[in-house]
């Protein structure tokens, strides 16, 4: 049985590790709220992006783009974009879980297929797991810029253009709420547009034509859908981090609790010891 001493040192120990987790709770929490707000605000101009896109390559059968191209899948390229940083409970696990998938189904169709890893703990794992197939890694360990995401899309756009990948798919975690982060897996290249003539008329015109407004639009569609998965991601993640340390600062009071009790059970017991001896003496004299 533990002796005073220690019990007492654990305790404090625990009680340290607990100002940590709170103080991480407290600053996960603030950037939260910061991620959520990008993203909510970038998730309805991606959205949009997507119809003009689909409804201006479908308003005309001339309306053509390499990024639009749809051919047999032969190589494709998986993205899977998670965090630079752990301690956010399976939310890096489950955006590799969902990219090990994603890779695995295109395999058993006969594809050959390269991982593109956005995030420290992607980069790491892959490089373990599949050192052969792994392509081009990206970190972030700051706030996540547009910029980032035009590095990365047009990296993958020219692969596509250039005929090394068939398809490009993205894997990442869509941030629903503070308590659920949901794995998503997205075609990202190529763009299937909507068959000429089957959606419903644009309520516009388009100037000078739909082939050059394609050739501005597509790529800057690709962009904005990474840059979304990429807003997602830290969303999740943040909301993750608070969540886990949350719990951990829980868990740290239940221990710290069973701690104690077991350090005043022990205190009472040599406590009594102590008397039981003395009275033993006394009685001996």
Not at 103 to 112: H, P, V
């Amino acid at each position: 049985m533990p002796n005073l001493k220690d019990i007492r040192r654990r305790i404090g120990s625990v009680q340290k590790t607990q100002q940590i987790t709170r103080a991480m709770r407290m600053v996960a929490g603030a950037k939260l709220r910061r991620a959520q707000d990008a993203i909510e605000r970038a998730r309805p101009y991606a959205d949009r992006m997507q119809a003009t896109l689909s409804q201006v390559a479908a308003s005309s059968r001339e309306a053509e783009h390499p990024l639009l191209e749809v051919r047999p899948v032969k190589r494709v390229e998986v993205v899977v974009a998670t965090s630079d940083r752990g301690l956010c409970g399976a939310f890096n696990a489950n955006a590799i879980k969902a990219g090990e998938a994603a890779l695995a189904s295109r395999e058993q169709a006969g594809a050959k297929v390269t991982v593109t890893c956005s995030g420290r703990k992607a980069s790491e794992l892959f490089r373990r797991r599949r050192p052969g197939q792994l392509g081009a890694q990206y970190l972030h360990p700051t706030w996540i810029t547009y910029g980032d995401a035009v590095e990365i899309a047009d990296r993958l756009a020219g692969r596509y253009r250039s005929g090394e990948v068939d398809e490009v798919v993205l894997v990442y975690s869509e941030f629903v709420s503070a308590m659920t982060q949901r794995p998503v897996e997205q075609r990202l290249l190529p763009f299937a547009p909507a068959e000429p003539g089957s959606a419903a008329p644009i309520p516009y015109e388009i100037e000078p034509d739909a082939v050059r407004l394609l050739a501005v639009l597509a790529p800057k569609a690709v962009e904005v859908q990474v840059y979304r998965a990429l807003l997602e991601t830290q969303a999740g993640e943040h909301a993750a981090r608070m969540t886990a340390m949350e719990s951990a600062t829980r868990n740290t009071q239940d221990l710290i609790e069973s701690l104690t009790l077991q350090f005043n059970r022990a205190r009472q017991a040599a406590i009594t010891r102590e008397l039981v001896e003395i009275v033993s003496g006394a009685e001996a004299l």
